[in-house]
């Protein structure tokens, strides 16, 4: 049994939908996927593409991302009631939303938001930044970090011989490298939260997987191995893989995977 990984799926743009139907219908029919969030805001693709993927593997775990609450027509009178939504309809088309556990490998999600734990935004970020305009909560971040994490506690003290957890945003803003452009660093605000760091500090799994920023990362920190395979947009060739990546095998979690791309240029 292997254990793949994949975030930031984008199946709003044609190339990358059809990347993720045209999947093998063989190749991993024993194995795990994980989908570490932003599928797509239309429910209906949503659906297409749970049903594409979920007979060709054995299990697969997802949970949403930003993009996937951005309120489409009127799927949702509110991004809450849209979250429920997709919950729904992932558990309906056979997708598992909750921890996968077993002595030998437990698979965590990790629900959580940004609530500006890493830096305020800017007024140009408020601005630009579309979950402002496309997500609409009934309670202010702080709250909303808080109705996402309790989701998370009953899990966190979890014995198994390895653990992979995974979420979309970002546990740190220490997950970002020192060499990014100054309005990627301006995005951090909206990038994650604190309170998901200490979560995962409780767990202490071997392996965390997450999204959302679209680089692809691979590396160690406190024992944990902490690795982002986001599939991103199209034009993002030259900081994501484009690929399933394979975490775990037979037993033994990948530790080795790649820096990739080993030079990039963002």
């Known amino acids: ?77 509110d991004s809450m009631e849209k979250f429920h939504k997709v919950l729904q309809l992932a558990n309906d088309e056979g997708l598992q939303t909750k921890p996968f556990l077993r002595d030998e490998l437990s698979i965590i999600p990790l629900y959580s938001w940004y609530d500006f734990t890493f830096g305020t935004p800017s007024k140009t970020i408020r601005r630009a930044w579309r979950d402002f305009k496309r997500c609409k909560w009934g309670m202010d971040f702080p709250e909303l970090t808080h109705y996402f994490h309790q989701m998370n506690e009953k899990y966190l003290c979890t014995q198994s011989e390895e653990i992979i957890s995974f979420s979309h945003f970002l546990p740190s803003v220490s997950m970002m490298p020192e060499d990014i452009p100054q309005i990627v660093k301006s995005l951090f605000p909206v990038f994650g939260s604190k309170k998901l760091g200490e979560q995962l500090r409780i767990l202490k799994p071997d392996m965390h997987i997450y999204g959302h920023s679209h680089l692809n990362r691979s590396f160690e920190k406190e024992g944990t191995s902490y690795i982002n395979n986001a599939f991103g947009y199209p034009q993002e060739s030259h900081i994501c893989r484009k690929s399933l990546l394979c975490v775990y095998e037979d037993g033994v979690l990948n530790r080795s995977v790649p820096q990739w791309p080993e030079h990039r240029s963002l």
Request: net charge negative; hydrophobic share 45%.
């Open 1 to 77: 049994m292997k254990v793949w990984a994949t975030s930031d799926l984008h199946i709003d743009y044609p190339e990358n939908f059809k990347w993720f139907l045209n999947l093998s219908s063989v190749d991993y029919t024993d194995d795990i996927l994980i989908i570490a969030g932003d599928i797509t805001d239309e429910l209906i693709n949503m659906q297409l593409l749970f049903k594409s993927i979920v007979p060709k593997f054995s299990k697969v775990l997802f949970l949403p991302g930003n993009h996937d609450l951005w309120l489409y027509k009127k799927d949702a009178l």
